[in-house]
Nanobody
Framework: VQLQASGGGLVQAGGSLRLSCAAS????????MGWFRQAPGKEREFVAG????????YYADSVKGRFAISRDNAKNTVYLHMNSLKPEDTAVYYC?????????????????WGQGTLVTVSS
């Protein structure tokens, strides 16, 4: 599976962005998908995940209530809807695909990674 993330950019605090991650391959619908982010000088951290059907989602506490993950298996795409953005959300955002049956937060459960898209939130 190859993943291509897009949709990053510069936004003011309180604004919104939608990230997209397009996947190649016929087996996209079998993967659990996750979004991670890495801010300068920090480790990569889990943001949100969604299981293969879209029926189960999980969020980091820092984004709960502001971000929403969704997927369209017909389009081989997963989305991250980000609202009420804060300067601390500034990071490179990565999408990832894994074979776990449930949403996992640890990097090691994800086999395929996209190239990342930069989100900058100005105060």
């Amino acid at each position: 599976v190859q993943l291509q993330a897009s949709g990053g950019g510069l936004v003011q605090a309180g604004g919104s962005l939608r990230l997209s991650c397009a996947a190649s391959g016929r087996t996209f619908s079998s993967y659990t998908m996750g979004w991670f982010r890495q801010a300068p000088g920090k480790e990569r951290e889990f943001v949100a995940g969604i299981n293969w059907s879209g029926g189960s989602t999980y969020y980091a506490d820092s984004v709960k209530g502001r971000f929403a993950i969704s997927r369209d298996n017909a389009k081989n795409t997963v989305y991250l809807h980000m609202n009420s953005l804060k300067p601390e959300d500034t990071a490179v955002y990565y999408c990832a695909a894994g074979n776990s049956n449930v949403v996992r937060t640890a990097n090691r459960y994800y086999t395929y990674w996209g190239q990342g898209t930069l989100v900058t939130v100005s105060s």
